[in-house]
């Protein structure tokens, strides 16, 4: 799904004031209060003035996709539809009510009428409207996914008091569920598919699916996913509903249609059954969330879900310059299956990409530092600078740098590095090794151990402290038959606390010793392995454990990047974005971080075409962020534990780019 970001640029346009005849037809004459020759280029125009039948909008990378939307809302009307038979679905309220705020705008309060939202808001006003038809209290309580987990938990619990001891957290069985659900595909083909280390509990997960699926029902709870299923089931088992709906709705506009999932498009389908009027709007080479439940074959297959469409494309780029696109432009074209199409801009520029070759990670960081504070001193703003990365992960060193060097900055799409949860676990044991008083820390390495709760932790912190040591004879009698808990953390606590050996040394002790912890407290714990291993890497440029950890000490995010943008008012500070949370913005410069094949693309898409098809998307979402100035960074020494093996080339997607396209720099030492 996409992010509830709507784009600062998309400012709304002043109503406007003058009334315009069209030329008289064939049909009736009619009087246009909007000039839409004069405010649309060619094929927004196209996609706008077309009235009857199915149409795809294949808007590329800003293009000018919400103002065609809003422009066709305002043609409908002024067409003669009535408001409320116009229905447009999109992905977040927000950008809902912003697209109808711009459209009152153009046009006239008329526009207040349509029926505007998400695909879920929609649903929750249907089925409460058509409840009893499916045997439902109309006063169901919705729950969010806190909620559901809840539920999730006691059904477990009640059904599995004795669990397996690698069976999946409620999140994860709830998350399960959802796939199930969104993809239309059973949950056993899930778990195969996707959670493979979970198969020796099949069974038990397809049980409390079940069970949670009876009591939702018995007690009028729905979860958001209920919302999208319920309304396919009311249409797809009455008929004069769902001929009533869509004739009530006879003109249909879904934006962002590359990320409905196949539970979506199936509604839109049945909604549309009447007339086949429908305006997907969208861009097949921005479908990058696979892994929310979005299925790319929905705008791919639209041509033979559909009668007689249409197919628009919109390719005059606002937001990039030239340069900038031909880059775009030829990296998309080394996409499977694609709808072809080629952006274009007025924005002249003589600055070409640039694809620049670090030594190492460090190193890498080092210059987009310094090529940050450049751009500084040529005028552009902090905040009108971006670093993008296939994953939060990859920006770890570049924080350390930052916060040295005291450029702010803000993340998002991802915790900071001090944020995760296994991360601050590490941290915690080597803060309690350089100091015993800090009780925060102890606490929570204390809390990690099995069968102790708060009460054995508030009366061990006072011994600690008051001591300084950990000395399980100083335990009170009471603790003595848990003596075997706390001795591995105490041993490797004491041990580290007298150790002369390397800060890598002591860093790769705790790391051992923490990860059966590890194993035990996340279902994830393959890729949070990941991380340990970068943290034991940034603990090598360090002799001293006192300035390693000063220098981890990073500011938490306050914001996301959506509260960021609110009012257009950006605070001066650079941004650290993962890729899937930048889509929808721009910045003036962008820095695409860590492009070395193996981890963008991902060494794990290798083997799966599709997954390979994704990763070149999101490369492409990357490089169409940048307004004017675009840096592709790789480093020629990157080690993977994994693989074990040293990732040294290019990403795979910036092969064979001609040199007059993209500038290749080398960064060397001075």
């Not at 649309?40 to 706008?48: D, F, G, I, K, S």
């Not at 775009?328 to 709808?339: G, H, L, R, V």
């Amino acid at each position: 799904m996409t992010n509830d970001v709507i784009s600062t640029k998309e400012v709304k346009p002043e109503r406007k004031k003058y009334v315009l005849k069209r030329s008289r037809g064939k049909c009736n004459d009619i009087t246009y209060k909007v000039d839409y020759e004069k405010e649309l280029n060619e094929a927004q125009l196209e996609a706008v003035k077309v009235k009857d039948g199915a149409v795809l909008v294949i808007a590329g990378a800003g293009t000018g996709k919400t103002k065609t939307l809003t422009y066709r809302v305002a043609r409908l009307i002024e067409d003669g539809v009535k408001p409320d038979n116009i229905l447009l679905l999109t992905f977040t309220r927000k950008a809902s009510a912003e697209m109808l705020n711009r459209a009152t705008a153009v046009l006239d309060d008329r526009c207040e009428n349509v029926s505007g939202g998400t695909f879920h808001s929609f649903a929750n006003m249907i089925l409460r409207k058509y409840s009893k038809i499916l045997g439902l209290k109309n006063n169901f309580t919705i729950m969010d996914s806190a909620d559901a987990e809840d539920v999730i938990s006691h059904i477990t619990n009640k059904l599995y008091p004795k669990k397996e001891k690698r069976f999946p957290k409620k999140s994860t069985i709830l998350e399960m569920y959802s796939k199930s659900v969104n993809k239309e595909i059973p949950t056993k083909n899930i778990i195969g598919s996707e959670f493979s280390h979970f198969e020796h509990c099949t069974e038990q997960i397809i049980e409390i699916h079940k069970a949670y699926v009876n009591y939702k029902r018995e007690n009028s709870l729905f979860d958001y996913d209920d919302l999208l299923l319920y309304l396919k089931f009311l249409m797809e088992d009455n008929e004069n509903i769902r001929k009533k709906l869509s004739n009530q709705y006879k003109y249909i506009l879904v934006d962002e249609y590359q990320d409905t999932n196949t539970l979506q498009a199936d509604i839109i389908k049945l909604l549309a059954s009447e007339h086949n009027n429908v305006m997907a709007v969208g861009d097949d080479a921005q479908s990058i969330y696979s892994f929310r439940g979005a299925n790319y074959r929905n705008i791919m297959d639209f041509p033979k879900m559909f009668d007689n469409v249409k197919i628009i494309k919109l390719e005059q780029n606002y937001r990039s310059t030239q340069p900038i696109l031909e880059l775009t432009n030829e990296i998309i074209k080394k996409a499977k299956e694609k709808y072809a199409k080629t952006l274009f801009s007025d924005i002249k520029s003589d600055i070409k990409p640039a694809l620049i070759c670090a030594k190492d990670t460090q190193m890498e960081a080092d210059f987009i530092c310094q090529r940050v504070l450049e751009l500084l001193d040529e005028g552009i703003e902090l905040s009108d600078i971006c670093v993008l990365a296939r994953n939060s992960r990859m920006s770890f060193n570049l924080e350390i740098e930052l916060s040295k060097r005291g450029i702010p900055f803000e993340k998002f799409g991802g915790p900071k590095f001090m944020e995760t949860a296994h991360i601050k676990d590490i941290v915690a044991h080597l803060r309690v090794i350089l100091n015993p008083d800090d009780e925060v820390s102890l606490s929570r390495i204390l809390l990690l151990l099995k069968g102790v709760g708060a009460q054995t932790v508030n009366s061990i912190i006072p011994i600690v402290k008051s001591s300084q040591e950990f000395d399980l004879k100083l335990l009170p009698d009471k603790l003595s038959k848990k003596s075997n808990n706390f001795k591995p953390l105490f041993d490797i606590i004491n041990s580290q606390r007298i150790s002369t050996k390397p800060l890598r040394d002591i860093v790769e002790g705790i790391i051992n010793y923490y990860h059966p912890i590890l194993k035990d407290k996340f279902d994830d714990y393959t890729k949070r392995e990941k991380d340990l291993e970068h943290f034991l890497y940034l603990s090598e440029q360090y002799t001293k454990l006192s300035d390693f950890l000063s220098d981890l000490a990073l500011e938490p995010p306050e914001r996301s990047v959506e509260g960021m943008y609110k009012n257009n008012i950006k605070d001066d500070c650079l941004v650290i974005s993962t890729i899937h949370s930048a889509k929808g913005l721009e910045w003036d410069s962008v820095f695409i971080i860590g492009a070395v094949d193996g981890r963008f693309p991902s060494a794990y898409s290798f083997n799966s075409p599709e997954e390979l098809d994704e990763e070149l998307r999101l490369m492409y979402v990357a490089t169409t962020r940048a307004k004017n100035n675009l840096y592709i960074t790789y480093p020629v020494n990157m080690y993977d534990y994994s693989m074990d093996m040293v990732l040294s080339k290019p990403s795979r997607f910036l092969d064979d780019i001609p040199d007059d396209i993209i500038e290749h720099w080398d960064i060397t030492e001075e």
